[in-house]
């Protein structure tokens, strides 16, 4: 009976850790540091923190601020500020979920 009732208190102890773990949405601004086919790396100047964001090889949702035009993930170049659409999930990897593109004042691109 107590063998029972540790195991039932480890399986809801664990099921409320991968529940308050689990995939989560949150967005990120900062300055492209690293881009490749696979990962992004941006850096918030504001906080000093820099986050990695992995992206699937056939990535598509790179926007413009304003969201009506779309960019292929060869358009981010280092040095660009990006705005980050993510979630995390319980293993602690961050996806990216969209990628907006802006200016260095935080515009979209094209109205400086």
Same mark, same amino acid.
């Given at each position: ?14 099921? =409320?850790? $991968? ?17 490749? /086919?696979?990962?992004?790396? =941006? ?25 009506? /035009? ?22 602690? $990897? ?7 593109? $802006? ?10």
């Amino acid at each position: 009976m107590i063998h029972r009732s540790l195991r039932m208190i480890l399986a809801t102890a664990t099921a =409320v850790l $991968l529940l308050s773990q689990a995939a989560f949405a949150a967005v990120f601004y900062g300055i492209t540091v690293h881009v490749s /086919t696979n990962n992004i790396k =941006v850096h918030d100047p504001k906080s000093g923190q820099t986050l990695a964001f992995t992206v699937t090889p056939k990535f598509k949702d790179v926007f413009s601020q304003d969201g009506k /035009t779309t960019y292929q993930m060869n358009a981010i170049r280092a040095g660009q500020y990006v705005k980050v659409y993510y979630d995390q999930h319980f293993l602690g $990897l961050r996806h990216a979920d969209k990628i907006y593109i $802006l200016t260095s004042r935080n515009y979209k691109m094209g109205s400086q």
